[in-house]
């Protein structure tokens, strides 16, 4: 994918920072919040096919680019039933 080697840290960190932001919220607001980034750790579009949880660039399932593909709804899906339980 087109991103520089020293913007993947910058990434993960806004997105580590973003995923606290809505804990945080969550906590205050007295609701449930079920963590999917640590869930997808070594499914991320990079992958092949059969591994990856999320779309690159040029998609090679039914999903938006950049976006969770049907492996990834579901592993989510099943994230938020644990949560549930």
Do not use: F
């Amino acid at each position: 994918m087109p991103i520089a080697r020293g913007d993947v840290p910058y990434l993960r960190g806004t997105e580590t920072r973003l995923n606290a932001m809505l804990a945080a919220a969550a906590a205050k607001a007295d609701v449930g919040y079920v963590d999917a980034y640590n869930g997808t750790i070594g499914h991320d579009a990079c992958q092949p096919p059969d591994v990856k949880w999320v779309e690159g660039l040029i998609p090679t399932s039914l999903a938006a680019p950049m976006h969770p593909n049907a492996a990834g709804e579901q592993a989510m899906a099943g994230l938020i039933l644990d949560a549930l339980r």
